[in-house]
C-alpha cells in the first residue's frame, strides 16, 4: 500500500531537490550521454574521419593521436562516473565536469572528431557554466583532495615502477637494449598509451607494457574521482546536550510512536527544528542520511525539523530516507515530495484484553505450559531494580548468544541494555539465566520489544513464555500496550497464502518464503501473530525509483541484514 504524495501550498516550494530540479536532471543525462559517446567514438573507429581532418590539418603526430584516444576514453569513463555526483548536486562534481568536458573536447581535436561526440562535449561544457549556482552540495570533509592525489600517486607510481622493472629485466631477444633514461622516459610514457623509445621485438611484450601503464594510470585516476565525489559519511554520537534534549521531547510526547525511544540510539546525528519543538535524527550510511521512525516532539513542530534534515542532506549530498515511519510520519514526508512505500507491520498487543485462554492461544499456553513443566522461571523487573552486578552479566549473555558479529537492528533497536524505565525479563532454569528480553519505554503507559535472546540450547517455547509472562505483568501494573517485533511485507504474505489469491500475490508470498531462509521475515511473522496482535503499518520514504537500490543497502547495512561487507567499509574508510 502507498501513501498518496501530497505537495501544496507553500510547502511544494521546499520540497528536497525543487530548485533548478530540470536543470540538473537534463545536465545529468548530457554528462552520460557524453562520456558515452567518448567512448564508444575512441572504441569504434567508424565516423572518425566524417569531417574535419583536424589532426591532419594541425599535423599532429601518430603518437598524439593515441594519447587523445586514451584521453578521451578515461574521460568518457569519469563523466559517466560525474553524472552521480551531479545528480546529487555535488560542487566538486560540477567542477570536475567543467574540467573534463573542455579536456575531452580538445581531446576530440585529436581524434579528428569535429562533430557528433565534439560537439556534445561542447554542449555538455556550456550547459555546466549555465547552470553553476545549482550545485551547491560540499564534499567529504573527512577525505578531501589530499587524499585523492595520494591514491592517484600511488598507482601511477605502482604502474611506473612495475613497467621500469619489466624492461629492466627484459632479455635481448624481447627489445634492444635500453639506458637508464630510456627506460624511465618509456616507463612514464606507458602511463599515456604513448610510444617511447622502446624497439620491442615481440608483439606481446610490447602490449603488456602498455597495458600495465594504462591500467594503473586509468585506474589511479577513476580511483582518485571516487575518494573526490564520494559523499560524507561521519562518525555519529548525540552529546550529552543533545541526548537530555531528546529525552525532554519523548518525556512530551513519547506515547505517540512505539518506535520513538529509539531515536536515543547514541550512533545518530540529531538535527531540531528552529523552535526546539521537534528533532530529526539520522545515522550517514553510503551516501544516505538514513532516519527511523517518526521525528520526535510536536508532530504540528515535525516540518520545521524535516526541512532542517532535508536542508544538512542537500548540503552534503546526502540522500534522505526513512525507515519505520508512522501512517501519520509518512503523510507528514510525503509533502516534501518525497515517494511512500508499506514496507510491513508492527505487532501491537493490547494487554487489557490479551488472555491465554481460548483455541487461537493454544499454542502460545502449550509452549509454555511446556516449559515451565522443564523448570523454568520467569522473572520481570525493572532494570532499576537488578541485583547489584547482574545488568553487566545480561549483557555479556545477550552477546554470546546474538549469533552474528554485528548487533542487529536500528529502528527497533536500541543498542545498549539497562536504560532507567527498561523492564528486563529473564527466563532461569536451575539457578541459570537461559533466556532474555528488554523492553524500552513507551511513554508512560507501553513498553516496546528491544532486545530477545535465549541460549541456542534452551528449550523451545522459552520466547513464549517470557513474552506472555510480560504481557500479563504489564496489565497488572499499568502498562496498556507492548509492541513486538516488525513483520517485513507481512499483507503480501498474508494475501498470497489465502484461498483464491492470484498469480502475482502466490509469486510474491513464494519469493519471500524464499527469502525467509537467510533473512528472519516468514518466522517473525508467524512468531508474532500466536499473540494475535493488532497490525501497525510501517513506511519507507525515499526521494525516487532511481535512489531506492542505495536507500535499501543503507537500510540493509544499518539493520545488520547485508550491505557493504565489512572489509569493503573499512577499505573505503582508509
Known amino acids: 500500500m502507498r501513501v498518496a504524495r501530497v505537495v501544496t501550498g507553500t510547502r511544494a516550494q521546499h520540497t528536497w531537490q525543487a530548485a533548478g530540479v530540470t536543470s540538473v536532471v537534463a545536465i545529468t543525462w548530457v554528462t552520460r550521454l557524453a562520456g558515452l559517446l567518448a567512448i564508444v567514438s575512441t572504441v569504434v573507429p567508424m565516423g572518425r574521419d566524417v569531417r574535419g581532418h583536424v589532426a591532419k590539418w594541425l599535423e599532429l603526430p601518430s603518437e598524439a593521436t593515441t594519447a587523445a584516444a586514451a584521453v578521451a576514453l578515461v574521460t568518457g569513463v569519469l563523466l559517466i562516473m560525474l553524472a552521480a555526483g551531479l545528480r546529487r548536486r555535488k560542487r566538486r562534481a560540477w567542477q570536475l565536469a567543467v574540467a573534463f568536458a573542455a579536456l575531452l573536447a580538445l581531446s576530440h581535436l585529436g581524434l579528428r572528431h569535429v562533430f557528433g561526440a565534439g560537439v556534445v562535449s561542447v554542449v555538455l561544457l556550456a550547459g555546466l557554466l549555465g547552470t553553476r549556482r545549482y550545485f551547491i552540495a560540499r564534499p567529504d570533509p573527512t577525505v578531501g583532495r589530499w587524499r585523492a592525489l595520494r591514491v592517484l600517486l600511488q598507482l601511477v607510481l605502482a604502474g611506473f615502477v612495475l613497467n621500469f622493472a619489466l624492461l629492466s629485466v627484459a632479455p635481448a631477444r624481447m627489445l634492444d637494449p635500453l639506458s637508464f633514461a630510456d627506460r624511465i622516459s618509456q616507463s612514464a610514457l606507458a602511463l599515456t598509451g604513448v610510444s617511447g623509445p622502446a624497439v620491442f621485438h615481440e608483439m606481446w611484450f610490447e602490449d603488456l607494457s602498455a597495458s600495465i601503464g594504462l591500467v ?27 541526548l537530555a534534549r531528546l529525552h525532554e521531547l519523548l518525556k512530551q510526547h ?160 536500541l543498542g545498549r541494555m539497562g536504560d532507567p524505565g527498561s523492564v528486563i525479563v529473564t527466563a532461569e532454569q536451575g539457578g541459570s539465566v537461559r533466556g532474555v528480553l528488554q523492553f524500552v519505554p513507551w511513554g508512560d503507559r507501553g513498553l516496546s520489544l528491544d ?90 520514504v525515499y526521494p525516487g525509483v532511481g535512489s531506492l537500490p542505495r536507500v535499501g543497502i543503507a537500510t540493509f547495512e544499518a539493520e545488520g541484514l547485508g550491505g557493504r561487507s565489512p572489509w569493503l567499509r573499512r577499505l573505503l574508510q582508509r
Open 451 to 540: 532486545v530477545m535472546r535465549r541460549d541456542r540450547t534452551a528449550d523451545n517455547g522459552v520466547n513464549e513464555l517470557m513474552i506472555s509472562e510480560l504481557l500479563l505483568f504489564s496489565r497488572e501494573n499499568g502498562i496498556d500496550h507492548v509492541s513486538l517485533n516488525f513483520a517485513a511485507f507481512r499483507a503480501l504474505m498474508e494475501q498470497g497464502q489465502r484461498i483464491g489469491a492470484g498469480p502475482v500475490a502466490r509469486l510474491s508470498a513464494k519469493v519471500l518464503h524464499f527469502f525467509s531462509r537467510w533473512i528472519q521475515i516468514e518466522s517473525l511473522y508467524r512468531f508474532n501473530a500466536k499473540f494475535q496482535p493488532r497490525w501497525v503499518p510501517r513506511y519507507l
Open 254 to 413: 513519547g506515547d505517540r510512536d512505539s518506535l520513538g525511544y529509539f531515536a536515543l540510539r547514541r550512533d545518530k546525528f540529531a538535527v531540531f527544528s528552529k523552535t526546539g519543538k521537534a528533532a530529526v535524527t539520522f545515522r550517514v550510511i553510503a551516501g544516505v542520511a538514513l532516519t527511523s521512525a517518526d521525528p520526535l516532539g510536536d508532530h504540528e513542530a515535525w516540518p520545521g525539523a524535516i526541512e532542517e534534515y532535508l536542508d544538512i542532506c542537500q548540503r552534503n549530498a546526502w540522500v534522505p530516507a526513512a525507515m519505520g515511519a508512522s501512517e501519520l510520519g509518512a503523510t507528514v514526508w510525503a509533502r516534501f515530495g518525497l515517494e511512500v512505500l508499506e514496507i510491513g507491520d508492527e505487532a501491537v498487543v493490547d494487554t487489557e484484553t490479551f488472555t491465554l485462554e481460548g483455541r487461537v492461544m493454544r499454542g502460545v499456553r502449550q509452549a509454555s505450559s511446556r516449559t515451565k513443566r522443564a523448570g523454568y522461571k520467569v522473572l520481570v523487573r525493572r532494570a532499576e531494580d537488578l541485583r547489584p552486578g547482574e545488568l553487566s552479566e545480561l549483557v555479556h549473555l545477550a552477546a554470546a548468544w546474538r549469533g552474528t558479529e554485528t548487533e542487529r537492528g536500528f529502528s527497533m533497536a
Open 216 to 242: 594503473f594510470s586509468i585506474t589511479g585516476v577513476l580511483v582518485a574521482a571516487y575518494f573526490l565525489l564520494r559523499s560524507a559519511e561521519p562518525a555519529p554520537e548525540l552529546s550529552d546536550d543533545e
